[in-house]
T-cell receptor, first 113, second 112 residues
Framework: DAGVIQSPRHEVTEMGQEVTLRCKPI?????LFWYRQTMMRGLELLIY????????DSGMPEDRFSAKMPNASFSTLKIQPSEPRDSAVYFC???????????FGQGTRLTVV | AQSVTQLGSHVSVSEGALVLLRCNYS??????LFWYVQYPNQGLQLLLK??????LVKGINDFEAEFKKSETSFHLTKPSAHMSDAAEYFC??????????FGTGTKLQVIP
């Protein structure tokens, strides 16, 4: 298996623009997580899905953030409009079961200027 | 609510010396505990996990961790540090409903 695949690896955008981050989880994993990593706040859970259904989005910082999982092999995290404080590394992770641990993608480094 | 505390945001050891990274957890039920490693510009990789079997857990690259319920600790150790161990290490806890909470991370520096 190729692991969790995220795209793009790097994204530079101007403030106010829409940004879409993409994730393909490992086949067969029922849970998908979106995390944000910054120097100030470390690794924060934004939202997670089970069988394509959002279970907990309490970590989504504002209404500007939205996430979807239209099918078992694809998820998006959208920021509209983007702001400089959204600059961070965004990780997607998938889990088959808690005891097996999470598998992370390589992340998308977002820079909003 | 589940949480983890990692003591020391930066740890420096000499090559060949013992590595000890500290983690204390809080959980209302018997937890699952994990250590992850993150190399620069990479995602997190699972190093080892505790899932209520043996209290001493062995992971990749000679790392191991011991679950101590009385101390609510899950410290990570390695007998002899290698230069390639330089990375950031994250302790994590889950109460079994898939949601995993990560610590703030400890950056390990290995001095030649």
């Amino acid at each position: 298996d190729a692991g969790v695949i995220q795209s793009p690896r790097h994204e530079v955008t101007e403030m106010g623009q829409e940004v879409t981050l993409r994730c393909k989880p490992i086949s067969g994993h029922d849970y998908l997580f979106w995390y944000r990593q910054t120097m100030m706040r470390g690794l924060e859970l934004l939202i997670y899905f089970n069988n394509n259904v959002p279970i907990d989005d309490s970590g989504m910082p504002e209404d500007r953030f939205s996430a979807k999982m239209p099918n078992a092999s694809f998820s998006t995290l959208k920021i509209q409009p983007s702001e400089p404080r959204d600059s961070a590394v965004y990780f997607c992770a998938s889990i088959l079961s808690t005891e097996k641990g999470a598998f992370f993608g390589q992340g998308t480094r977002l820079t909003v200027v | 609510a589940q949480s983890v505390t990692q003591l020391g945001s930066h740890v420096s050891v000499s090559e060949g010396a013992l590595v000890l990274l500290r983690c204390n957890y809080s959980s209302s039920v018997p937890p699952y505990l994990f250590w992850y490693v993150q190399y620069p510009n990479q995602g997190l990789q699972l190093l080892l996990k505790y899932t209520s079997a043996a209290t001493l857990v062995k992971g990749i690259n000679d790392f191991e961790a011991e679950f101590k319920k009385s101390e609510t600790s899950f410290h990570l150790t390695k007998p002899s540090a290698h230069m390639s161990d330089a990375a950031e290490y994250f302790c994590a806890v889950s109460e079994g409903y898939q949601k995993v909470t990560f610590g703030t991370g400890t950056k390990l520096q290995v001095i030649p």
